[in-house]
């Protein structure tokens, strides 16, 4: 997972010598430290779902609650917010222009990104592989690069709530409205004419990480970026005061809505006559949902109303990007200071590089360490991580692998082209 750049590269936040003027990516500005912090923090809360134990609300369980669903929301928040910083990085007279300039690096990055995507899935790794997904993202991001911010703004705002519904209401007329999201595709699925057309309605409307009901995250990203200058202390602050404030009214409303004003009786109701089979587990509304990602069931419009991981309704939504939002502006904060720079510096190192370490964790979760699901390989997948991508930064520090093998791989092909 990895956000894009205008200016050439997948690994998040572009170049930071492009952006900042001075530095390697791991030795960045605090704006560019702080958001491959978050990007780190996300990394880790990823290997907390893929190969921790179930989240559960007690003790330290209460740590791989945090990251469930989240994670996939961090990094695509993380991706429009990236984009937007290495735009304005880059020179007005340096920026690409022409169709072919502009658009080819762009076509060749997504086509990459989706070729790795769905040779991962084809590895059935036991994750849900987001690659191909984030293709369709940065394509679709791309026109919106052009509006104002205050269009930007208003168009983000609409997404949170538009999308969410536009998904709800079209996933009958696909056959989807009680049950069966959350699937990816794969490279078999390009064999024929109707497996394309199933790989289409999965990335835009049906998958686990659809474009109706994520691109909200890209949209606000971007109108984040193009607000809060995060290099000034007090715009970092407010980030953190008002993310910490949106988080609270997503997540708040959702309890409000389920427990006062009767959501989820509404919704056992629903469930009894389309999931019958949920209503023996101890929470028939999680059940539901734990076999459905990226959207919710079209057969009760109280399913808009919960905030649960994966569920991606306007309320968690809001949540969710409360929550990138506070982290930025946290981490920015720290990151302006020695001290708290020196504290982030091995989860900058490992945001750096957070499309590499999505691939290594993959490949190993799809041989040695397939079905991993404990505490004790959610330590050891972070430990590697940090350990490997902080060696790996030591090693090639003054080459341009050291944005990361993947990373470099992708920024290779895409250059080579534009030079071309």
Known sequence: MSGVSGAGDVSGVGDAKAVSGAGAPARGTGRLAGVDAVRGLAVLGMFAVHVGPSPEPEGAGYLLVAADGRAPALFTLLAGFSLVLAQRGLDPSQRPRGWALRWRPLLIRCALLAVLGFWLASLWPGILVILAFFAVYFLAAEPFTRLSTPVLTAVAGVSVVAGPVLSYLLGPVFGYGASGRGLVPEATDLTSWSGLGAVLCELLLTGA???????????????????????????????????????LAGYGSAWLASHVFGARQRLLEAIAVHHPEAMAAADPVREVLRGQYGAVPSTSWDWLLVADPYSQTPLETLGNAGVGCALIGLCALAARHGAGARLLRPLTVLGAMALSAYVVHALVLAGPAHGAASWSAWIAFSGAALALTWAWQQIWADSPLRRGPVEHVLRLATQGRSRA
């Open 209 to 247: 990480y659809p474009l109706a009901t994520y691109f909200p995250y890209v949209l606000a990203g971007m109108a984040l970026a193009r607000l809060c200058d995060v290099r000034v202390r007090a715009v970092a602050l407010r980030m953190a005061v008002w993310g910490t404030a949106a988080a």
